[in-house]
């Protein structure tokens, strides 16, 4: 009769050092206000910054021809891939949170410029600048978490911050893809710009006295950078 119920308690003991285990996993005591305060900046970001995909219907919309549209794409990869680079280094001299508000706001103009753009050749310019917008919130944004991290949890809050910004990812365009089915192009486009618009301002608030690196920041280093 005791070996049913030892082996009820065995499993039982097994499920409950599972559920610890899994529970030790997702453990997020232990992280800084500041690394919390800024993966909620980024995963807001993270929200209104929609899909590429999107981008590539907003020209389908405008009349580009079907044919065109990998070429559109192709534009947006080749700006990224060429300012990525320098978005990194601006960043190290002029201060992380400098450059990615910069990017931000960048975003921003870009993703409004998509909800109230009507012409089909105006927009293979805003394809250029999507690019380079990108480029410099996927590369700064990267040291920036670097910057705000434990150096003894480098890895888990890298696995955070992704986790973080792909959720919000995952659910901005739902609702993005929703509104556009429900409305047109203009208003999902106008409330992502919103979105990173007050992303921007949260980082500028909360970090605006950060420093990225051990040098100096602002005129300073510009003049640095210059020199």
Avoid at 85 to 100: I, K
Avoid at 106 to 135: D, E, H, R
Avoid at 177 to 204: Q, Y
């Amino acid at each position: 009769s005791q070996g049913p119920n030892l082996a009820v308690a065995r499993r039982g003991g097994r499920g409950e050092q599972s559920s610890q285990r899994a529970a030790k996993l997702f453990n997020f005591r232990g992280f800084s206000k500041k690394f919390k305060k800024g993966v909620a900046i980024l995963g807001l970001l993270s929200f209104g910054n929609v899909s590429y995909a999107f981008f590539i219907l907003k020209g389908q919309a405008l009349g580009v021809e079907i044919f065109l549209l990998p070429a559109l794409y192709l534009v947006y990869n080749l700006f990224y891939a060429i300012f990525s680079y320098p978005a990194g280094r601006f960043s190290d001299r002029l201060g992380r949170v400098n450059v990615l508000a910069f990017g931000f706001l960048t975003l921003a103009a870009v993703l409004f410029a998509f909800g109230l753009i009507q012409s089909k050749v105006l927009i293979w310019g805003f394809f250029c600048l999507y690019g380079f917008a990108v480029a410099i919130v996927d590369s700064v944004a990267r040291a920036f978490v670097s910057d705000i991290s434990d150096p003894a949890r480098k890895g888990k809050s890298f696995g955070v911050y992704h986790m973080a910004v792909g959720l919000a990812s995952v659910f901005g365009n739902l609702i993005f893809g929703f509104l556009w089915d429900r409305t047109d192009s203009t208003i999902p486009f106008l409330a992502s710009g919103f979105l990173v618009t007050i992303a921007a301002v949260f980082l500028i608030i909360f970090f605006r006295s950060h420093e990225a690196s051990s040098q100096k920041t602002g005129i300073e280093n510009f003049r640095a950078y210059r020199s």
